[in-house]
């Protein structure tokens, strides 16, 4: 079975920074990509950023130049630097893993972490 587990959110006041981590478990899977989604109330859940294995990262525009995404592929872990937080941001974020898993590709989600910016 694989596992995300994700730490990282809370409250933050406007202008403010969170960093948000996440690390993959479980045997036999091989990921291809790490990822973070985002659900606010009321709204469907949106891409916030990924980062394939080798290749270049993707950024919703509404968080570029402000979040950066990275990976530690040793530990399987995926990062996403939030600065300049803005109440807009508010939402529950979702660390994503792409990957194969025998005989599919997959996808694997993590519990969710509220990110709350307050203005």
């Known amino acids: 079975q694989v596992q995300l587990v994700e730490s990282g959110g809370g409250l933050v006041q406007a202008g403010g920074s969170l960093r948000l981590s996440c690390a993959a478990s479980?045997?036999?899977?091989?990921?291809?990509?790490m990822g973070w989604f985002r659900q606010a109330p009321g709204k469907q859940r949106e891409l916030v950023a990924t980062i394939p294995n080798g290749g270049s990262t993707k950024y919703a525009d509404s968080v570029k130049g402000r979040f950066t995404i990275s990976r530690d592929n040793a530990k399987n872990a995926v990062y996403l630097q939030m600065n300049s937080l803005k109440p807009e941001d508010t939402a529950v974020y979702y660390c994503n893993a792409h990957g194969y898993y025998y005989p599919d590709y997959v996808d694997y989600w993590g519990q969710g972490t509220q990110v709350t910016v307050s203005s």
């Open positions: 479980g045997s036999r899977f091989s990921i291809n990509a």
